[in-house]
């Protein structure tokens, strides 16, 4: 389906679906407005929104408040793979709270402390999103994992092949050069404070030296 208009109309002839693949850009307009029509399904499927602009399609989805994932461009299979994945165990689980209030409860008491926090960057486990001294940072799903897993390991050099194998999975056939080049990346799209992110001779890192670092992770 090329359009926002024959993806509603489709959706319409079933209320049984199980994942939607929306890209928010599409010929006729925002993609985005195909949550309307999902929303009035009876069973709501997962989504999986895909877009170049994520802070729109955060701020939509948010205002909506549809559970879906959001994908960033550019991805490759096994971000695809995971997005779905995630997409998937999101509509499970607030179907399994809509039956069960109190574990709702007991998860969002959760996922607001999964935080890893190093001088202003804040990195939010659950939602997958990044904040500089609270304000939104976009980052690609590799980056977002570095990050992640620096900040679960601050003062620890990490090797290019361990970030490589265990962080991007082994995904890309250059994965030492992968990793420098999302390093590279990510510390620009931090800003300033990408200069928290130190080189050693043994790896990369945060807290290599002395920098402020909490986490409020559990």
């Known amino acids: 389906m090329r359009t926002a208009e024959e993806a509603s109309t489709t959706l319409e002839r079933s209320a049984e679906w199980d994942l939607v693949l929306l890209d928010q850009k599409l010929p006729d307009g925002d993609g985005l407005q195909v949550l309307e029509r999902m929303e009035r399904l009876s069973r709501r499927p997962a989504l999986v929104a895909i877009s170049a602009h994520l802070q729109d399609s955060k701020r939509s989805l948010r205002l909506q408040g549809y559970p879906g994932v959001l994908l960033p461009k550019p991805f490759d299979r096994n971000d695809l793979l995971g997005a779905v994945g995630d997409a998937l165990a999101l509509v499970a689980r607030e179907r399994r709270d809509s039956e069960h209030p109190e574990s709702r409860e007991r998860r969002v008491s959760g996922e607001r402390s999964a935080v890893l926090r190093f001088g202003p960057i804040s990195v939010y486990l659950v939602s997958q999103t990044v904040t500089i001294d609270g304000e939104p940072v976009d980052l690609q799903p590799a980056q977002f994992r570095i990050l992640?897993?620096?900040?679960?390991?601050?003062?620890?050099?990490?090797a290019v092949g361990e970030l490589a194998e265990r962080v991007l999975r082994g995904t890309h056939a250059d994965g030492a050069s992968n990793v420098r080049f999302q390093i590279h990346a990510l510390r620009r799209r931090l800003g300033t404070a990408?200069?928290?992110?130190?080189?050693?001779?043994?790896?990369?890192g945060v807290g290599l030296g002395k920098s402020p670092f909490a986490r409020d992770s559990h």
């Open 194 to 204: 990408g200069k928290l992110i130190e080189r050693s001779n043994r790896g990369y």
């Open 148 to 158: 992640a897993h620096m900040l679960s390991n601050p003062g620890r050099a990490l």
